[in-house]
Structure formats: structure tokens, C-alpha cells
């Protein structure tokens, strides 16, 4: 065997991304690596990479185990990484993001840097493309820039390259053109790693594809063995069926939250939806779409230029959190740890913080009324926790989560916005969220999610908007809408992806 | 489902991160005791938190500062300023002392306020505001004394710094812990303690709580501004003299001070509870390095190391 | 973004990097108006004057540069500067090997500071400015106990060497130009100058791409460190002694004048030209402040502290509005 991890087990701060798996590669082969999003496939690469060390487990290349002690010994052995987030520097130009790390050396210790752009652009036309090399990156648009990162990968020796998701950003010529070269790397006997949600491209790009779910190793298989539905099968490990029936009622609720033509002069442009009394209303599509943008703007976290928003009829202005709140709102975020929680705090004080305002004479706190309330919360929702002075850092995905929902509710809010419900949250714990927020909104709570999760998206709202390119693209009642018609809607008119499973 | 493994502290750690600054006390009392014999006793050791009456109340406000992940290196530049224009407006006159003290807490506050305006509206790094408000304070008092500062206190100015109540405790320590308790029931008893904290430990999940994190930074700095006027009244009535050079250390003092007290930059870790127990063990220190005749060499090295190896120890065990 | 805005000019000063060329223009704008409101600025004398009092600044300016770009900051050059003039006040004799071996154990000095601060920073991962800010104490302190009254020893020709003038030209100048050369070599031809970019840009990314960010990181302070060493001894033979104090304003004008010159604190972008020319800018508002004090007869020094903090705030409220 080529390439191996095995045993590979990590965990953070209480949640398990990845418990015993293991993997083997060989040599110039396309190996596929499917799963939902949260199955551990982007942990695992990390580890791979260096950037994560395992609580257990090895990495053994050609039959030697090897220690990543960090990602310039994966750097050294050959093995380079596309990574899904943004990889490059915007205060460089792309031939110096590209060669980064790899400068050929002229004369005195400097750079060669004619020699630098020969190789990119030699690398460049293998791939066909053509980015001027002397522009700063920070003015690239984030296809370019994607483009820019895969050369980066294939600047320095390569052994085996892992791409997270290349394709989310590229446009479909450049696709064939990715596509192309990965074929190109393997007969020069590279081996790829490759990670997507498109399972079409897995299945025209892949000689195998492994399948985690849940942080386990299901399995790995011949491509030409099995079918897409196996596939579907293998990673989701249960049928994509509702949880709840639509409530087709709540349309004819009033109207609580109601916007027009909102723009921030960057990603949005003339957003317009309403949200009914007690609905459940999400909004998916792919990643970079401005459903980031959309929530955080109702929230007052990120700034609104155009546009109007009626809260109960009313026309509000919304500039700071503050001002949400005190409309009653209240907001999850996506990155619990940096924006939802202060981790080193106790529940207590993470719960109690948003709603201190009712509970205080003359800005003293009302100590003991501050205590049952945070006390009732915990049980409402059922959290885990050995005490209410115990830090947040302690609790699991999960119960941190169920952490961030309570403490808005102190305040009696008429909406919740949530931005990736379930993300970093344990899969047992998923579906009590799901029921906690049905809960909510059959009590009359109106909540407006945003996430990137196919089976969320498909089994859990009444009615779902998908957003592409900064505007809502399509609309359903969720027993209405299939992933294909929500694909077609995300991807713009005209070019359908037939993917499964999350969205990228 | 997995259980969250917690990873409880071990004993000894705990005991040292929550009660090792009285460890730290305990050993220096016990140093002093060694090297004066004559000074260790109740007498002498009221004298040392006399003189650290001044630094104390400067490191309550350096301690909410620093809570806040930020640093506050102008506070010895306002104790100069506050020292030299009390002493030069009163010019001896006992029925001034009110008038100008408060005038001058005022100041103090107004340049917390600048520090503060500069932090949150403007956006600059706090040690870069604060470290310009420091040049732009220390010219301010080159000009008002033009090089030669003069005036006389005044002995009820001098009450508050060198008075005591029957005989024995320094009106001083009085007024430092006053207003040390007084903060300490601000930070856990209030809503704008219970904020600041919130800011403290996360100043992005503060915000997306509802928390107006400007208007906390901007109090916090202000506050360190007037406690700094304020303790350079105190220090002005313990001198009885007037000098440029009565401000200079406080800016490192205080940040020792707190350091040492446990209070960390990152995480909203600490409080004032520590920085009086810290406050005071600088000055313990400082006056052993005067008997053994090395004060001004070895109390910047001491502290330089000290702050080092704290925030260092504290940076490690958060990484590792 | 600045690059949008490159001008002619700033192609011109900046071939590469693209730091802000409004600073050039600034600082045409300032010698016009220094020139009409203080004719005696441009006698002469008063210029090499400027020039002698430039080259401190400039040289130790140059190696906070590297540390700023690399995203960190270097608080502890001040003390280091006074506590390397005395030491060469302290060990210098006359003869040519003393002087040699006292320049070479000054640098290696400078050298042993920089790394000392690299290495808190980079290994015990504290926040560089509490670094440099201890460390400086720390230096100040050892300077206080080397200091004697009589200010130490320095040799008559090494001053004479180190101060030597010919004309127009003279050795600080070509000190200042050789130094500002190698940085500028450095920083624009060579990988360790595109590391300090990459490392002040996205330390992570830098990391991914197996480039050992340490290494860089402490390299960037010890360049600041034997910069502050060199300054050290130029200083210490234009004044002809060593003293504790000698080093106190060069802490804050090095970093207002890197941040005049368009290099923003949070490190990646400008360069040395614009630190040049925002050494130029410190300097002669310095000087200039002097011959108006002069005339009112006044005293500078009290204002100078006032103009350093005023434009150091100035220049970031600046900077941050345009980024």
C-alpha cells in the first residue's frame, strides 16, 4: 500500500470529528473522499497535512510511519493540499503566491523571478488558464483565486495532492480544465485525493471513493462497482424523509419580518421575502451566495445600504445587534466558539448576559432572580451541566449550542435567526435541536435559518428560499421542492448540477 | 453520543493559578523579613501599603484596561501631569484642594475619555493611543512647568496622602481600598460588570449579545484616567513636594501590578482583588531593592522578567 | 485597496511593493510649506543638521521596518540602542583591534537582544508588544547599572572614522544609504524578503506552504536588534560616550516613522521607501519645531513629545481610513 492513516481518532473540546478511521491509497489513483458536511472528511485532510495532530492513530507512507509534526513535513514528503478555505496572500501578487515557498534561486539570494513566471505559466497552460502574473491577489474574484490555489498546490513536488471542494468556485470551463489536469497528474503518478459534494464529478473523475459518515469509515469501493444512489445510501445511512409534515397553515399567519429590496453594496442585491408568525423558514444554496450576508444584516451584525425592513409592519432600522434585540430578535451564529459563546465563561454568565436588562434596579443585578432564571432555562432545554457555574469550554456541541438558543430566550423573542443550527453538533444531538426549534415555532417563535446542509434544508423548514448570486433564486414549499429543483435554483438559470447530499 | 471528556485541572495547578499571588506575598514577606528585621513588623508593613496606596488605585484602572485586551501606558504621564498641575494651581492655598481635585479628576477622566474615543471610535491599537496620549500628556507638563515645576501642598491636601486615622492606619490604604471594593462590587454586581466581563472574554460574542462594547471600552478607559488623577492626588499630599519625576514608573508598575494580581490579557480572566495584592508586592519590592541598593536597575529587570514569565507561563498552558 | 491607486510616483519610488505613494506627496507638500513659513530651514548648515539627526533614526528605523512588515513590533529598540553605547563606552580602547572587537561584541549584542525578543515571541507565543515592552525595561535596567557618570570611553578616531565628512558627503550618509540598500535588497530581491510580507500577510497561509514562520519571525527581530546595535554606535561616537538615556526617543519615532511611511501596524504591505521618507518627515518637523521654538524662545523638547504622539495618531486614523 501506497499511502495509509490508520486508526485515526480526534476529537475538539467534546465532540467527536473523526473515531478510528482508517484509509489506504495508492499510487497514481483519483481517490474520491464523500460525506455529508460534519462526517470528518476536512479533519481528516488536516491531519494529513500536519495542522491537526491525532489523539491516536498513524500516518504511514510507503511503509514508514511518518509523524506530521506540522504542515512543513507534509510539505516535505510530497504531499500538498488545496484547502477549502481561502489559502493565498492578498498583500502578494499571484506569481509570488504561487511560487511561495518554492522561489527559484537566482544569483546572491535572489529570486529569479523570470525564471518564477516561465514556471507559471508553463503550469498555467497545462491547466489552461491565464492570470497575469503581476496582479495583486486581493483584486482577484474568487474563481481566480481558486485557480491561483490549485497552482500554489502544484508549485512544489508532489506526491499526492488533496483538493477540499475545488470545484465550489469554479465556473464549468475551468472545471473541464481542473479535470484535465487531475488525469494529466495521475499518469505522471500523482496521487489525488479528492473531496466533493458533486457526485456526478466523482463519478466521471474517481477510480475510488471511500465514504465516511459521522466521523466512522464506512467503506471504500470500486466506482465501477456501484451506482449514485449506493452512494447516497452509504452517506446519509437513512432514507431523506421528512421529520416534520409542512404546516401549510403558517402561510396564512401574519406577517412578522418582512423585507424589501434589501442591499448591503457588496453581496446582496435586492433581497426581498417575509417571514410568518411561527414558520420555519430557511435559506439554502451554495456556500458564498450571501445567505452569510442575509442573516447577519437582519442581526445588525453586518451593514445594510438599500432597502427597508418592516418588523410587525412597522419600519425599523436595524444598525447594531442591540437594535435586533430590542426588536426581539435573537441571532445563533455559525462560529459558536468566536462569536456565540465567550468559551472561558461560565453558563451561567453566557446565558444570563443578552437579557440582564430585566433583571436589575439601578444596574444592580438581581442575583437570586438571575439564578432561577438561568436555572429554568437549563432544564427547558434540557441542558447538560454540572453546574451553572461550570465554563462553557466544558459542555459539548450540543449542549454549547442549546447554550447559545437559551439565552435568548429570557426575552421572549418573536424571532430567532439561526445560521448553521447544526454545525459541530453531534448527530444524536441534531435531531433534538431540530425538535427544539419546531417547538419554538409552533409556540409561535418565527425562525429563519440559513444553512448549507442538503438533508437540513429538505426536512426541517416549511418553506425554503435558495439564494445565488446575491438574491433569492428560487422559492418552495418544502414538500414541493426536491434537490434537483433546489440545485437548479442554487446554480443560477440554466447550468444544473446534479449533486446530493450537502451542498458545497 | 459522546460523553465530553473533561479534562479536570490538577490539584496543584489549580491551587497555584487561584491563590498563588499569596503564595508569591507570603515568600516576599517572608525575604523582607529576612533582610530588615527591623521594618517587618505591623508598622513597617503599613508604610509599605502606604506607598502603595497610589500604585494600587493606578492598577485598579490599568487591571479593568487590561481585562479588556487592552493596555493603558499613559497613566504615568496623567499622574505627572495631575501631580504637577494640582500642586502649581493650589500654590498653598488650603480652600483650593476641593476645587482643584475635582477639576483635576476631571482631567484625568477627559484624557481616559481621549484613550478611549481613540480605541473604539477611531480604531487605533490601544498601546499605540495610549503610548501617543502618553507623549502628548508628558509635553503637556513640559509646557504648563516650562522644565521647573513649583508650588507648595498644602497640609490638608497632604492629610489624604499621609494622614491617619487615630495614629495608626493611613487615610491613604483607606481611601485605595475603598475604592478597590467599591470596583469589585462594580465587576460582580451590576449589569456593567457582568458586561464588561462578557466583552472581556469575547468582545464579538459580547456584541452579537446586545453589548455596546464602545461604550464599555470608552467607561473602562475613562476610569483608568480618573483613578490615575486620583492617585496622583494621593501621591502629591504623601511627597508634600513637588517633582517631574513622581509619574514615570507608574505605567509599568501598574501593569505589573496587574500581571502579578493574575489578571491575563486574553479571556477576561482575573480582577481587581488580585492587582491589591499585586500593587502591593511591587512596592514591597521595590523597597527591599532600595536596601540592598539596587532599586533602580533591578526593579525594572525584576519586573521585566516577572511580567514575562507570567504572561509566558500563562500563554503555554493555554496552548499546550 | 492601495494598489488600485498606484500612481506614476508611486511606480516610480516603489518599483514592487506597493506601499502608499500619497506619502511622497506628503512630504513635497510639507518641504514647501516648511520652506515658506521657515526660510532658515533650507541654509545650509541647517540641512546637514537635519541629516545628522536623520541618520539615527534612519538606521534604526530600518530594522523596525522588517519587524512591522512581519506583523510584529519592536518597543525595546530605545533601550537596546542606550544599552549597546554603553557598552561600547565601556570596553572601547584605542587601538584598532579594540575598536574592531568592541563593534563586533556590540553587534553581537544587538544580535543576542533581537533573538531574545524573536524567540519569547515566536516559542513562548506571548503578544510581541509585551515582549518588547519587558524586554525594553529589562535592557533600560542593565543600562542604568553600566551607566557611570562620566559617560565611559570612546576613541577619538573611531568617532573621527564613523563622523568623517567630505563635502556634501559624508560617512553617516553612506552608512544610512548602505544599510537602507541592503534592507532593500533584501526585503525586494531575496525569499526571506517575500517571507516577511507573506509572514506580516497570513502567517497560517506562509505556514501551509512548509516555510518554517519561526525562523522568519525571529530573524525580523534580529534584524531590528543589530540595527539598534549599529545605531548604538553611531550614536555613541557622535556624542563620543555611552549613556542610559541615550536611546529613549528612538523607540516611538521608529515606529511613527515606519507608520508615516505607509506601513500600517497589522504588517504585509509598504516598505522602506516609504519608511524613508517618513523618517524624512520626522525629522525635519522635528527640526522645524526646533527653529520655530527658537524663534519664540521657546523650549522644543517640551513640544516635540507632543508633535511624535500627534502625528503617530494622525497617520493611523489615516492609514485605517484607507484600507
Known amino acids: 500500500m501506497y499511502f495509509e492513516v490508520k486508526h485515526i481518532s480526534k476529537s475538539f473540546s467534546g465532540v467527536v470529528a473523526l473515531d478510528d478511521v482508517s484509509l489506504s491509497f495508492e499510487k497514481a489513483e483519483i481517490h474520491a473522499l464523500v460525506g455529508e458536511n460534519g462526517a470528518g472528511k476536512s479533519t481528516l485532510i488536516k491531519i494529513i497535512g500536519g495542522k491537526y495532530q491525532p489523539d491516536t492513530g498513524d500516518i504511514i507512507l510507503m511503509g514508514k510511519k511518518v509523524r506530521m509534526s506540522g504542515p512543513h513535513r507534509a510539505v516535505e514528503l510530497g504531499i500538498s493540499i488545496v484547502y477549502q478555505e481561502y489559502n493565498l496572500l492578498p498583500n502578494l501578487t499571484v506569481v509570488e503566491n504561487i511560487v511561495l515557498g518554492n522561489e527559484p534561486a537566482g544569483k546572491n539570494g535572489r529570486i529569479n523571478w523570470e525564471h518564477a513566471k516561465t514556471f507559471c505559466l508553463g503550469l498555467m497552460e497545462r491547466l489552461h488558464v491565464a492570470i497575469d502574473l503581476n496582479r495583486y491577489v486581493s483584486d482577484l474574484g474568487a474563481a481566480e483565486a481558486k485557480i491561483v490555489e490549485i497552482l500554489k498546490a502544484l508549485a512544489s513536488r508532489v506526491e499526492i495532492i488533496i483538493m477540499d471542494e475545488p470545484t465550489a468556485a469554479l465556473p464549468e470551463r475551468e472545471v473541464d480544465a481542473l479535470f484535465q489536469l487531475i488525469r494529466t497528474l495521475k499518469k505522471s503518478g500523482v496521487t489525488v485525493i479528492y473531496i466533493s459534494h458533486r457526485l456526478n464529478e466523482v463519478f466521471s473523475l474517481a477510480d475510488r471513493v471511500s465514504v465516511l459518515k459521522d466521523g466512522k469509515y464506512i467503506g471504500t469501493y470500486q466506482i465501477t462497482n456501484i451506482t449514485q444512489d449506493d452512494l447516497v445510501r452509504w452517506m446519509v445511512g437513512r432514507e431523506i424523509k421528512d421529520v416534520f409534515p409542512v404546516r401549510r397553515e403558517v402561510f396564512n399567519n401574519p406577517v412578522v419580518l418582512s423585507l424589501r429590496d434589501i442591499e448591503d453594496g457588496k453581496m446582496l442585491k435586492k433581497v426581498s421575502f417575509d417571514l410568518h408568525r411561527g414558520e420555519i423558514l430557511a435559506i439554502g444554496g451554495m456556500t458564498g451566495n450571501g445567505q452569510r450576508e442575509m442573516i447577519r444584516l437582519l442581526f445588525g451584525a453586518s451593514p445594510m445600504k438599500r432597502g427597508a425592513i418592516f418588523f410587525q409592519g412597522e419600519k425599523v432600522t436595524i444598525h447594531t445587534p442591540f437594535d435586533a434585540l430590542r426588536r426581539g430578535m435573537g441571532f445563533i451564529p455559525d462560529d459558536r466558539r468566536n462569536e456565540g459563546l465567550a468559551v472561558t465563561q461560565s453558563v451561567r454568565k453566557n446565558l444570563a448576559l443578552p437579557s440582564l436588562d430585566l433583571r436589575q434596579t439601578a444596574g444592580l443585578v438581581h442575583e437570586k432572580e438571575e439564578k432561577e432564571v438561568v436555572e429554568k432555562m437549563i432544564s427547558t432545554l434540557d441542558i447538560t451541566v454540572s453546574s451553572i457555574s461550570t465554563a462553557v469550554s466544558h459542555l459539548s456541541g450540543g449542549n454549547q449550542q442549546r447554550v447559545v438558543i437559551a439565552k435568548w430566550l429570557p426575552l421572549h423573542p418573536r424571532v430567532l435567526l439561526f445560521h448553521e443550527p447544526t454545525l459541530g453538533v453531534d448527530v444524536g444531538a441534531k435531531m433534538g435541536l431540530y425538535h427544539l426549534m419546531r417547538q419554538f415555532a409552533d409556540e409561535g417563535v418565527s425562525i429563519l435559518m440559513v444553512t448549507s446542509d442538503m438533508i437540513e434544508l429538505l426536512r426541517i423548514p416549511d418553506r425554503i428560499l435558495v439564494f445565488y448570486d446575491g438574491t433569492v433564486s428560487g422559492e418552495f414549499i418544502r414538500s414541493d421542492a426536491t434537490e434537483e429543483s433546489i440545485m437548479a435554483a442554487a446554480s443560477g438559470q440554466g447550468r444544473k448540477i446534479p449533486g446530493i447530499g450537502t451542498m458545497p | 453520543m459522546s460523553a465530553a471528556r473533561i479534562r479536570k485541572p490538577d490539584q496543584f495547578s489549580f491551587f497555584l493559578k487561584n491563590y498563588g499571588i499569596y503564595l508569591g506575598l507570603a515568600a516576599l514577606l517572608a525575604i523582607s523579613g529576612i533582610i530588615s528585621p527591623q521594618s517587618f513588623n505591623p508598622t513597617g508593613l503599613l508604610n509599605v501599603a502606604k506607598q502603595a496606596a497610589g500604585l494600587g488605585i493606578v492598577a485598579i484602572g490599568q487591571t479593568l484596561v487590561i481585562l479588556t485586551g487592552g493596555i493603558d501606558l499613559s497613566v504615568g504621564s496623567i499622574v505627572t501631569f495631575i501631580h504637577v498641575y494640582s500642586v502649581g494651581t493650589i500654590l498653598g492655598k488650603p480652600e483650593l484642594v476641593l476645587p482643584v481635585s475635582l477639576l483635576c479628576l476631571l482631567i484625568g477622566l477627559a484624557f481616559g475619555f481621549l484613550n478611549g474615543l481613540g480605541v473604539t471610535r477611531a480604531q487605533i491599537s490601544p498601546f499605540v493611543m495610549t503610548l501617543c496620549m502618553d507623549f502628548i500628556v508628558r509635553g503637556l507638563y513640559f509646557i504648563y512647568t516650562k522644565g521647573q515645576p513649583r508650588g507648595v501642598v498644602p497640609d490638608n491636601l497632604r492629610f489624604i496622602g499621609r494622614g491617619r486615622i487615630l495614629s495608626i492606619v493611613p487615610v491613604a490604604v483607606l481611601i485605595w481600598l475603598g475604592v478597590a471594593f467599591l470596583l469589585i462590587f462594580v465587576l460582580y454586581r451590576t449589569t456593567c460588570g457582568s458586561r464588561l466581563y462578557a466583552v472581556a472574554a469575547n468582545p464579538r460574542s459580547a456584541r452579537l449579545s446586545g453589548v455596546k462594547n464602545d461604550r464599555i471600552l470608552i467607561v473602562v478607559y475613562a476610569i483608568s484616567g480618573l483613578l490615575s488623577a486620583m492617585a496622583a492626588l494621593i501621591i502629591t499630599g504623601d511627597m508634600g513636594a513637588v517633582s517631574l519625576g513622581v509619574g514615570g514608573d507608574y505605567s509599568l508598575d501598574s501593569v505589573a501590578s496587574t500581571v502579578i494580581g493574575g489578571t491575563s490579557f486574553t479571556g477576561g480572566i482575573g480582577g481587581v482583588e488580585g492587582t491589591i495584592a499585586g500593587a502591593y508586592i511591587i512596592r514591597l519590592l521595590t523597597s527591599l531593592l532600595q536596601k540592598i541598593n539596587i532599586s533602580n536597575t533591578g526593579k525594572l529587570i525584576i519586573q521585566g522578567v516577572l511580567i514575562l514569565a507570567i504572561v509566558g507561563a500563562y500563554s503555554k498552558k493555554k496552548n499546550g | ?323
Open chain 3, 1 to 323: 485597496m492601495i494598489t488600485n491607486h498606484s500612481s506614476f510616483l508611486s511606480r516610480l519610488f516603489h518599483p514592487e511593493r506597493h506601499s502608499s505613494s500619497l506619502i511622497w506627496l506628503v512630504l513635497a507638500a510639507l518641504v514647501i510649506i516648511v520652506v515658506t513659513i521657515v526660510p532658515e530651514f533650507v541654509t545650509p548648515s541647517n540641512l546637514s543638521n537635519v541629516f545628522v539627526q536623520m541618520v539615527p533614526l534612519g538606521l534604526v528605523s530600518v530594522g523596525q521596518t522588517f519587524v512591522i512588515l512581519a506583523g510584529g513590533i519592536d518597543l525595546s529598540v530605545g533601550s537596546q540602542i542606550s544599552l549597546v553605547t554603553l557598552i561600547a563606552a565601556n570596553i572601547m580602547g584605542d587601538s584598532v583591534l579594540s575598536i574592531l572587537f568592541s563593534i563586533f561584541l556590540c553587534l553581537l549584542a544587538g544580535l543576542a537582544f533581537g533573538f531574545l525578543n524573536g524567540v519569547l515571541v515566536h516559542k513562548v507565543q506571548i503578544p510581541p508588544l509585551i515582549v518588547t515592552l519587558c524586554t525594553g525595561f529589562i535592557f533600560q535596567g542593565i543600562a542604568y547599572a553600566l551607566h557611570k557618570t562620566t559617560g565611559g570611553y570612546i576613541s577619538a578616531n573611531f568617532q573621527k572614522v564613523i563622523t568623517a565628512s567630505w563635502g556634501v558627503l559624508s560617512m553617516p550618509f553612506f552608512l544610512f544609504i548602505f544599510f537602507l540598500l541592503i534592507g532593500f535588497y533584501l526585503l525586494n530581491r531575496t525569499r526571506f524578503g517575500r517571507y516577511i510580507y507573506a509572514l506580516g500577510g497570513n502567517e497560517e497561509v506562509l505556514a501551509n506552504t512548509g516555510v518554517n514562520t519561526g525562523r522568519i519571525k525571529v530573524a525580523s527581530y534580529v534584524i531590528a536588534g543589530v540595527m539598534a546595535a549599529i545605531t548604538g554606535l553611531y550614536l555613541a561616537a557622535r556624542v563620543k560616550s555611552g549613556g542610559a538615556l541615550y536611546g529613549v526617543p528612538f523607540t516611538l519615532n521608529s515606529v511613527t516613522a515606519v507608520v508615516v511611511g505607509g506601513s500600517p501596524l497589522s504588517g504585509g504591505e509598504g516598505g522602506l521607501a516609504g519608511t524613508t521618507a517618513g523618517v524624512v518627515i520626522v525629522s525635519m518637523l522635528n527640526n522645524v519645531l526646533n527653529l520655530i521654538s527658537f524663534r519664540f524662545n521657546l523650549q522644543s523638547t517640551f513640544y516635540k513629545e507632543i508633535l511624535t504622539g500627534v502625528i503617530l495618531v494622525i497617520a493611523m486614523l489615516f492609514y485605517r481610513k484607507r484600507s
